[in-house]
């Protein structure tokens, strides 16, 4: 008898925590002084050997996320339709009650197709009601997902346990990948905004005359700035460096016609400034 009622006690006791204490470590911005970026993420069904979540340099500064870091996860032709990454229990995002509160969450994502973005909430018993899922609309920029979690609410697993677990499926594609998908993701339970890297503010930055076309290109593309163009570096999509050019000219003219098609990433160094423009190349 003295052995169940210290059972019951110790039971009464975890499902009364996991009623009251809360914490979160958000928003998930992958920078160096804030969430992420150290976390203990695990790529699951993506291949017996899959690539790891990186976190590396936001490849377009621009649009809605001018933020210095995001992650990168690449979804695997091979790998299975719900591929993904987790954080790790009981550490990373902390432990909270699903409430009004927190039942929104916003993830900014960049990806080159269209297909399902998902998120999971995981309690620590590793249970959990389904993910929610919602397709991205645009591609090769960065776009707003908004999930709305209010309806698991006091709902099956989540009105006994806390959430202590993200997980993130970047490129849920059901009906099958043609090709591996390179996928970014940044600012999870985020407020829709992100801070500019460079310290400059967007305003300032988009006063500064710099102009890329035509835009696609096919043969060559021109760039023509106020300020005399220091150095033009240009990214492909997997975020490496396939040219690079010293200057001191206001207007330049680069030949791409060796290029594969494709989208691309043009940083151009004026006064110290770091601009970049996306670049498709037909």
Same mark, same amino acid.
């Given at each position: ?31 160096? &002084? ?12 993506? &291949? %017996? &050997? ?9 490849? !377009? ?9 995001? @992650?990168?996860? &690449?979804?695997?032709? %091979? ?20 409430? @009004? ?23 620590? *018993? ?26 698991? $609410?006091?709902?099956?697993?989540? @009105? ?10 970047? !490129? ?7 090709? !591996?998908? $390179? ?14 890297? *460079? ?17 696609? @290109? ?10 005399? $163009? ?12 396939? *040219? ?8 330049? $003219?680069?030949?791409? %016609? ?25």
């Amino acid at each position: 008898m003295k052995t169940l009622l210290r059972t019951t006690f110790l039971v009464s006791t975890l499902v009364f925590l996991a009623g009251t204490a809360s914490g979160q470590n958000i928003p998930i911005d992958f920078e160096a &002084t804030g969430n992420g970026a150290t976390w203990t993420w695990t790529v699951f069904e993506n &291949t %017996a &050997t899959p690539p790891p979540l990186e976190i590396i340099d936001n490849p !377009d500064k621009s649009g809605i996320n001018t933020s210095c870091t995001v @992650a990168k996860f &690449t979804a695997l032709q %091979a790998g299975n339709p719900w591929a993904g990454c987790e954080s790790l229990h009981g550490a990373d995002l902390g432990a909270y009650t699903l409430d @009004a509160t927190n039942s929104t969450i916003s993830i900014m994502v960049w990806k080159s197709v269209i297909s399902d973005v998902g998120i999971k909430l995981v309690t620590p *018993s590793t249970a959990a009601l389904p993910e929610l899922k919602i397709p991205n609309t645009l591609i090769n920029q960065w776009e707003l997902i908004t999930f709305d979690f209010s309806v698991y $609410i006091g709902q099956g697993v989540y @009105a006994v346990e806390m959430v202590d677990q993200i997980v993130i499926f970047p !490129d849920f594609d059901l009906g099958g990948r043609t090709q !591996d998908n $390179i996928c970014y993701f940044d600012q999870v339970y985020g407020d829709g905004t992100a801070t500019s890297c *460079s310290g400059v503010s967007i305003s300032e930055t988009e006063k500064m005359s710099f102009n890329l076309f035509p835009n696609p @290109a096919t043969q060559s593309f021109t760039i023509e700035s106020e300020s005399s $163009i220091e150095e033009l570096t240009i990214y492909n999509l997997m975020g490496a460096v396939v *040219s690079k050019i010293q200057t001191s000219e206001n207007l330049v $003219i680069i030949d791409i %016609a060796e290029f594969e098609g494709g989208v691309y990433f043009v940083e151009a160094n004026i006064n110290g400034q770091l601009i970049r423009r996306k670049l498709i190349k037909d």
